[in-house]
């Protein structure tokens, strides 16, 4: 069943062969920027769309309820780069399914209180591990480092509660505990990504640092044109692109804070993934752009977005 996804979010301030679909125009600031493809058949409400670079293809969250709900219709779609859906329910048994990262050969996905992790094998999904956090019960992304250390975010709603504060769990060999909480975390930490030493995270304003060893924190960007960071993928070193869901804009964040919108699409874009690729000497590539209320997901060439705005 799919769900009206927008309303979800303004809360916090979707097996077989089957063929992209006639894509729709999304407006850039400089001009008309056209998806290279977008599938809208097997997808019920898309979060997530990640790039796992060992199998070139892409996996794709479906939340298909209620961003809450534990009714056991979320699942897994994996799509090739070319926009073909390899497998339309590639593991299932997940509830509401948002943030994806990977670890080798194992995906592990936020599933509103716990982190499931599937292994990649020939003959598609096999569960892994499930790992459930106590107390927890809003998750929306996730960041990896190089050992295998998770982190995953939780926000409830803006302003948070007393009683639900925002925070950042990391989970170590199994075992979680909490990185960073309340207003460290930011206003609605949702975004995360793990870059060289450092924790990066969206939130409502502002695009944050902290180190993963100190947890010392540093502000990268803050811009009023951001209303919520829920996807962030590394650019050239120091810079991000990030996408947010309310704004229905997708950013690129330089080293040195500058905040320029790439595109602004017809409809919010949730958690975006990047295939990435440098074409004349520029940090680009390709953008999977998540469409939650569209039930659908459209590949954009970062190139012609980054070269209009230089």
Known sequence: MKRSGFAWFVALGVSGTLLAQAPPVAQAETGAARPLWTVETALASPYSAYYHQRSNSIFVSNINGGRFDKDGNGYLTR???????????????????????????????????????FELTADGARL????????????????????????????????????RPSRIYMITDGHASVFIEGADAGLVPIGLLVDGGRLIV???????????KTKVRTIIATSNAVSEMSGIEPAEP????????????LFHVARDGTVTTLVT????????????????????????????????????????LIR???
Do not use: C
């Open 79 to 117: 799509i090739a780069p070319n926009g073909k859906v390899l497998a339309e329910k590639w593991a299932t048994g997940l509830n509401a399914p948002k943030g994806i990262r990977s670890v080798g050969n194992t995906i592990w996905v936020a599933d509103i209180d716990e982190l499931v992790g």
């Open 238 to 249: 120091g810079a991000y692109f990030v996408s947010d869901l309310l704004s229905r804009k």
């Open 265 to 304: 699409f017809d409809h919010g874009g949730a958690d975006i993934g990047v295939r990435p690729m440098v074409e004349q000497l520029v940090q680009a590539g390709t953008v999977f752009v998540p469409f939650l209320e569209q039930h659908s997901v459209s590949a954009y060439d970062l190139y012609p």
């Open 308 to 310: 209009a705005v230089r």
């Open 128 to 163: 892994r591990s499930r790992i459930r956090i106590d107390g927890a019960g809003a998750f929306n992304d996730l960041a990896v480092t190089a050992d295998g250390t998770i982190f995953v975010s939780e926000a409830w709603r803006d302003p948070a509660s007393p009683d």
């Open 202 to 212: 969206g939130t409502g304003r502002q695009l944050l640092a902290f180190d993963l």
